[in-house]
Each structure stands twice: as C-alpha cells, then as structure tokens.
C-alpha cells in the first residue's frame, strides 16, 4: 500500500511525492524498540501485518523467541535485533543492521523505557538516574542515530510512545512523570526542528494499560514502602487505587498499535495521538475548565482518596 500526496505549501506545491507523506509499506522498515512484550511485541506483530519490515529491538535477543514464533505462524515479516538504548555502541550497531539489512530506515517508534514508582523524597539518586537514562537520555541518543538517515533520504517518522502521565502529574510517580514531560517537550520541538527534512515526529499517549508493566516488569523505589517514610501508607492506597484503574482499563494494547500505525501510515499525521477513552475525557476536562478548576476538583479527589484514613 503507498500513499501519493500533492500538498500546498505557500501557494504552491513540493511536488507529487512531497518529502516524507509517501509511505510504501512493502519497502519501508520500522525499528521498534522494548518489542519483546507489552505495547511493543504488539504494535511490532500490528506494524508487520500493515506490510512493514519491522526490526523488533530488544535487551536480550533470546526474549525474541515470542515474537518470532508469532511472526512465522501468521507470515510477518518481524526481525528482532540486539538494542540497548543506554549504550552507544550498541544503538550503532542495531541502527546498522537495519540500515544494511533494508537500505534504509523509514520510521523509529521509541516505545523502550523503565518505570519508578514511589514519592519523591523516597527516590534513591541511582534509581532516578537509572531511570532518566533509560527513559530520556537513551531515547535521545537513539533519536539521534536514525535522524541522519532519514534527513538523507528526506523522509521518515520519529514516534514517541510516552503516557498520559507526560500531559498530567500524578501521586508516587513523580520522577517517571518527569521524564514522560521531557520526551513530550522534545519530541514537540523536534517536530519543528525536522519538518522541513521531510521528517515528522510524532506523540503517542496512551492510557493506562493492563500489561506486564503492572505486573513482573513493576519497578518500585527501594523505599517506597518503608514503614520508616512519611509517605508509606499513601503510597500503599495509591497503589490500590492505581491496580483497580488497571483491572478496569478499557484501553489495550491493539489501541495502541493502532494508533502508531496511524502515524507511520497517515499523509499527514497528527503531532498527537492520545489513545483511551479515559485519557482522554481528563484532558478533555482540563480543557474546558476554566482557570485551576480542573486541578481543584481532579487532584483534590485525588488526594481525599489516597489520604483517608484505613
């Protein structure tokens, strides 16, 4: 499937095929990165069956068993490749296998990153550190490596998977809520930085998802619960509160799939996609309310729900 688009830009046009509005999706390759379960393994088999040579990264290749058995059942052309975002040389390396294996790299979907869940002041430095180098730095640095490619071929699409939690803070998640803001405010200013290359980068916010993050992948400070710390007992409510907004979650992962392979495929996508009914009535809300209503009304209720007593 391609996509031919004659777009006017200053009363005229930048030609039939205009840099970065065609897609061929039987040449076009994706690396995706934490594809080795949750959203990732999800939106990689999704992406393949659009037509996409996906290139699954992920930490250890021997996770990449899931993924290549549902490839081969349902005929996807899904190749897992070796990334660790925190490490140069190994981004280089994931970068050149895709590169050489088919010619070029359309679009880079950063879905990889960690999570910390506990209140500020219970944060140990290193795990804070760990968790910006992950979720922002390692981003970036694999960010920087695609650019260069597809500035060469004057086209290509940068997604960025970050979360409501990168539109709206939240209790006991302080830091992972920083570095979801940081992605949003570079993916944003870099949607103005490489437009013109034919490049678009583009937003994707999902709701809260029942997947593995909630489970066996769940990274909690080392403190967080400790009977010592001032915050212990609205940590624990908070996270009552949070596993049943899970249990009940209408969002999943095909959404968000769906929404990534609508920015990969659309002429002209969107620089936000906010996917989840819930999600986005909140950011509804907050739009309509004047002033600090919103923050009034949502944090406080919040707050009544994490610090009532037992």
Not at 199 to 208: L, Q, T, W, Y
Not at 222 to 246: C, G, H, I, K
Not at 282 to 302: A, D, S, T
Request: aromatic letters at 8%.
């Amino acid at each position: 499937m391609c996509y031919r688009i004659a777009l006017a830009v200053d009363g005229g046009t930048r030609g039939f095929f205009p840099r970065g509005c065609y897609v061929d999706m039987a040449k076009d390759s994706v690396l995706i990165t934490g594809a080795s379960n949750g959203l990732g393994l999800t939106t990689a088999l999704h992406l393949a069956a659009q037509g996409f040579t996906v290139y699954a990264g992920m930490l250890d290749l021997a996770d990449g068993a899931a993924i290549v058995q549902s490839a081969a059942e349902k005929g996807l052309d899904v190749r897992p490749v070796q990334v660790d975002i925190t490490d140069t040389a190994s981004i280089a390396c994931a970068v050149e296998t895709v590169r050489s294996g088919s010619g070029r790299i359309f679009a880079l979907v950063n879905n990889a990153g960690t999570r910390l869940r506990g209140c500020f002041e219970d944060l140990q430095e290193a795990e804070i550190r760990r968790l910006f180098d992950t979720n922002l730095f390692g981003t970036l640095s694999l960010t920087r490596a695609v650019i260069p490619h597809m500035r060469a071929a004057g086209r290509g699409r940068i997604v960025f998977v970050t979360s409501i939690a990168g539109r709206m803070g939240s209790f006991g998640v302080s830091a992972y809520c920083a570095t979801k803001f940081a992605q949003e405010g570079f993916a944003e200013s870099l949607a103005l930085e490489l437009r013109e290359f034919g490049i678009r980068s583009i937003i994707v916010e999902p709701a809260i998802i029942k997947t593995a993050a909630w489970g066996v992948h769940r990274v909690e400070a080392a403190r967080a619960r400790d009977p010592a710390s001032p915050y212990a007992r609205w940590f624990e409510q908070s996270e009552q509160l949070a596993d049943r907004m899970v249990a009940t979650s209408p969002t999943t992962p095909m959404d968000v799939a769906r929404a990534i392979a609508e920015a990969l495929t659309a002429p002209n996508p969107r620089l936000r996609y906010l996917v989840g009914s819930r999600a986005r009535l909140v950011v509804w809300l907050r739009k309509q309310l004047p002033g600090e209503w919103f923050e009034r009304i949502y944090f406080r209720q919040m707050l009544r729900l994490i610090t009532r007593p037992q």
